[in-house]
């Protein structure tokens, strides 16, 4: 049995408990939180100690698998926590990903760790069809669509604005714009094009709806490129109608092989749990990185650099016998 | 310039010339056809050459892509071309498979090579799909479909029938065993629920027309347990409308991550070209291959042991950087 434990329990430490109970050989020692342990309860029998007592289990956990936030937590503690454990992260500021590599990569070669960053579905299982699409046909050019599915980025933007009690964002993925890239034109699309941002605003009593709805929409790089559509409702309404975390997108590359022939891959998922679906991810990245550790390697890895059988949890070298 | 040599010119081996085209780092020494060379006009500026000349390239060629048939040419022959070069080849007779690379990897290991097998898009990218899906949302199910596309092997299994002169079967997924899948049911489907298959048929003169379509639906393992459609056609419909070699499918895993929440994962292929494909699948697996080998890797590798950083143009460890 490979010995997780899992660090931070919001949505995303929930989901990665329920996919530990889904995985056969994997067992969690217990959830890691900065709350007072008595007041969690998790979602499934593991046992939930405070954050401050995670040295006592160096030795004892095979990867830690941190759940906090990419905005300041991961940032802030993964370089500590790869001193004494082998990591998986779900760090998804796509441009401080060489940066966070480069420090983690050092900090780890020097203790002997391993760690696998952005982990997940994007970046994760996304990115390794962009690669790998890319790879296998050159000459074209690549599309992703996220949604539709709530964004918790645009969600709390919102809830920021005077007068906002509430507030979700669903990002929808426009249709004309999916149907021309399926259909191989490869058309320059601009973020406009490309989604449409739909909101479920609760307003505090009295408040002044048509200057939230202008301010939502001016709002740069949130909302004023693109189509948003917002709507009030009760507190009951998004509660009842909009607690639901389901996402999904897909990514699509079209190209040609030869002047007459074109090619259309497409990977896509539709996620009743977002949350949910990551943490699965990140157990089955978890899975290689022990493995990969065992065989001696140290550093930090992202999902381009880990032979997909090391993620099977049957034997990894006997996957190829079933699965090719 | 990554060197390879191509062997065997049918409709894969242009396939391959014309990928190594689009590919900026790739050189194609040459290609090495059991005809007379003079006689075989590449599609590209590629030199011919004999497969007896084969040897005397030893040492200037890096991976040797090798486009045989999976029936008798590839078991025959690998063997052969492994102890001298590294090589790629696409042998898809699934149940072989394990056979095929126990024998391989003692000789690549013993003669200081590296090949990789069963490459494509099935096996191939299909089987990363299958795997890197069933990693990742163990408590699911998942389905390949293939088509709407040209079954080589179903199309001369009618060519052998007394009485036809030529014909073209084509597999064609189910929709609503598609729709099934794609709404999470996770249904039974027995092969008659997955596929049709459609045949277009040009009978000699004079022949049995009627004798012709039984034989063809009652034909065991190929078509008896399918629904089958035999049209008659004449030779010029043939060429004209059925000389595309389009294909395609999809994988989908459809799962649970705890009893409320399913989640969809599909990754699916639409090709004008097959061939074409499935070359240009070969030429980017020749690029890792090469790559590990001057990592001092020997033995045989398949999909599910290469990391994809080495599938990809530019420099592997610099993707993250742009593709996660």
């Avoid at 660090?7 to 430490?13: A, H, I, T």
């Avoid at 997108?249 to 679906?277: A, C, H, Y």
Wanted: with cysteine.
């Amino acid at each position: 049995m490979i010995k997780i434990g899992i660090v931070g329990y919001g949505n995303l430490g929930r989901g990665v408990c329920l996919a530990a109970e889904k995985a056969k050989d994997i067992e969690c020692v217990g959830v890691f939180t900065r709350r007072t342990p008595e007041t969690v309860n998790p979602v499934t029998r593991y046992k939930v100690y405070s954050v401050n007592d995670l040295s006592k289990f160096k030795g004892k956990i095979d990867v830690l698998i941190l759940c906090g936030g990419s905005a300041t937590d991961l940032p802030a503690t993964t370089g500590n926590y790869i001193k004494d454990f082998n990591t998986v992260d779900s760090f998804d500021t796509h441009a401080k990903i060489p940066e966070y590599f480069a420090k983690l990569d050092k900090i780890a070669k020097e203790n002997g760790t391993l760690g696998a960053i952005s982990i997940g579905w994007d970046p994760g299982v996304f990115s390794m069809a962009r690669l790998l699409f890319g790879s296998v046909l050159p000459d074209g050019k690549d599309y992703t669509f996220w949604g539709k599915g709530v964004s918790q980025g645009h969600s709390d933007a919102i809830r920021r604005i005077e007068g906002v009690k509430n507030a979700i964002q669903y990002t929808v993925p426009k249709e004309t714009a999916l149907e021309k890239v399926r259909a191989g034109l490869n058309p320059e699309l601009t973020v406009r094009e490309k989604h449409e941002r739909v909101c479920y605003v609760v307003a505090e009593d009295g408040a002044d709806k048509a200057k939230i709805e202008k301010e939502i929409k001016e709002m740069p790089n949130y909302f004023a490129d693109y189509d948003t559509t917002v709507n009030f409702i009760s507190e009951e309404e998004l509660k009842e109608n909009h607690s639901k975390l389901a996402h999904g997108g897909v990514v699509i590359r079209s190209g040609k092989t030869t002047e007459e022939n074109s090619e259309l891959l497409q990977l896509s998922l539709k996620l009743d749990s977002n949350p949910e679906f990551t943490g699965s991810v990140l157990v089955a990245f978890a899975r290689a990185i022990y493995r990969l550790s065992v065989n001696g390697e140290t550093g930090v890895k992202t999902a381009f650099d880990i032979p997909l059988k090391y993620l099977y949890p049957g034997n990894p070298d006997e996957a190829f016998k079933s699965l090719l």
